[in-house]
């Protein structure tokens, strides 16, 4: 088009972003019949407009290929520039903690990962409120990527003090049901949508089994007694006769224990047992007998307590499918919340 002016370079930006944004993004919406229409008008009016001035969109074309093509990973929701850098605002660290990068690939002792939507904490036309993220729990901290091939991630929040629900109000649309959220007093709300409900009640127990497991591993601080008599010294002789010797209990190391429970017959519980929910358990971590008298498990087995003797040692008793063993108690927890 000869004499045209050129068109300032922001203005360039600006409508690759609207195209991506009524081309790409709205495409996977459910819109009206009436919507479907008036967005094929736009998208008809801004490919008028790229025609019209081919130099400067055909630039624009080629620099954004040469970015995507030295980028590590792009989002898979073909987010735009524009909203990328909404998201170094939207995105940062909201209750003082920050977490050191890590790959997507290099976490340790992932619970639960995987895609989702999450909602931007302010959003607008460009901004697109819902953005897919991979996302992950590792240990007691939710960490949400751009994908899972991110050598850093976007964002990340440790779940302790916070609470999680379902919430079928975020949406509208036909994944109104596949919502939950995560809040705290005085911190941010995160809101995510899963692919179903189903998978969505799925994040939702195990933000509640790790919240629930940090909760109970929280000491309380006992008051120190206090008695009238301190300080208070008697002059009246001790009679050293009153007093009893006690012996010194040698406790058993690790190794002794099973050692102890070999030697006892332990008497295989009734079909009571499948009303018995208090001793209920299931496996929290992996674990790997290093015994014969030690039972092996994996995170989410379910094994049936029969006696907490060994208690102040760290291990109980318990059995799983047919089998008898030594468990440690730090790596299971209660199935019922009875």
């Known amino acids: 088009m000869q004499g045209a002016l050129a068109i300032p370079e922001e203005v360039c930006s600006l409508l690759a972003d609207v195209d991506t944004f009524i081309s790409q993004t709205l495409k996977g919406e ?20 790229k025609a019209s001035y081919p130099q400067e969109f055909q630039d624009k074309e080629l620099e954004d290929e040469e970015e995507s093509e030295g980028s590590f990973s792009s989002p898979p929701d073909s987010v735009s520039i524009a909203s990328d850098r909404y998201d170094k605002e939207d995105e940062a660290p909201s209750d003082g903690n920050l977490f050191p990068p890590i790959a997507a690939q ?13 909602r931007r904490k302010d959003h607008s ?35 302790e003090g916070y609470t999680i629900r379902m919430n079928n109000s975020l949406r509208k649309d036909a994944k109104k049901d596949c919502c939950f ?20 009640e799925e994040w939702v127990q195990q933000v509640k089994f790790v919240i629930q497991d940090m909760e109970s591993n929280t000491i309380p601080e006992e008051e120190e007694e206090e008695y009238d008599d301190v300080g208070q010294a008697s002059s009246e002789p001790i009679d050293d006769s009153i007093y009893e ?19 006892e017959k332990v008497t295989p519980v009734s079909d009571s047992k499948n009303t ?63």
């Open 30 to 49: 459910s819109l009206s019949k009436k919507a479907k229409e008036k967005r094929e008008v736009l998208l008809k009016k801004i490919k008028d407009v």
């Open 106 to 118: 290099d976490l340790q002792f992932v619970l639960k990962a995987g895609y989702l939507e999450k």
């Open 125 to 159: 036309f460009l901004g697109f409120e819902w953005q897919k993220r991979w996302c992950a729990i590792s240990k007691t901290v939710f960490y949400y990527y751009g994908s899972d091939k991110d050598k850093q991630q976007k964002g990340e929040f440790a779940l």
């Open 181 to 200: 959220e995560i809040s705290a007093p005085d911190k941010r709300i995160y809101q995510f949508t899963a692919a179903t409900p189903k998978e969505a």
């Open 245 to 263: 010797e006690v012996k010194e209990e040698c406790v058993p190391s690790k190794a002794e224990v099973p050692r102890k429970l070999s030697q």
């Open 276 to 338: 018995d929910y208090a001793n209920f358990y299931q496996g929290l971590w992996d674990c790997t007998g290093d015994v014969p008298d030690e039972l092996t498990f994996k995170r989410g087995d379910v094994i049936y307590i029969l006696s907490k003797e060994y208690n102040r040692f760290g291990w109980w008793v318990g059995e799983m499918k047919g089998t008898i063993g030594l468990v440690p108690k730090a790596y299971i927890m209660e199935m019922y919340d009875i």
